[in-house]
């Protein structure tokens, strides 16, 4: 997520911290919002999965529902970070 970045930008830890929650939170919320599984935190991704443990006829849909939310909440969270502290995510 973070525009080739591997190294955090900010010398605070906090700030970077804060920075990273708040996309993991973005990421994170639509998928249990549509009864995805969260499998694992992969860096500055995440692995989810639809349909298991927990099946519905319609896994394929809340799968691409929560995929649109997450590009258009990180969108908006990315022009806030740019207007924060400075930094492109």
């Known amino acids: 997520m973070i525009a080739g970045v591997m190294e955090p930008p900010?010398?605070?830890p906090e700030e970077w911290a804060e920075i990273i929650n708040g996309a993991f939170a973005k990421?994170?919320?639509?998928?249990?919002?549509?009864?995805?599984?969260l499998a694992r935190l992969m860096g500055d991704a995440i692995l989810a999965f639809f349909g298991a443990p927990i099946g519905h006829e319609d896994d394929p849909q809340r799968a691409v529902?929560?995929?649109?939310?997450?590009?258009?909440?990180?969108?908006?969270?990315?022009?806030?970070?740019?207007?924060?502290?400075?930094i492109d995510i």
């Open 10 to 12: 900010l010398t605070d």
């Open 27 to 37: 990421l994170i919320e639509p998928v249990y919002r549509y009864e995805g599984t």
């Open 65 to 86: 529902r929560a995929g649109l939310e997450i590009v258009r909440d990180i969108a908006s969270y990315r022009e806030e970070v740019r207007e924060r502290w400075g």
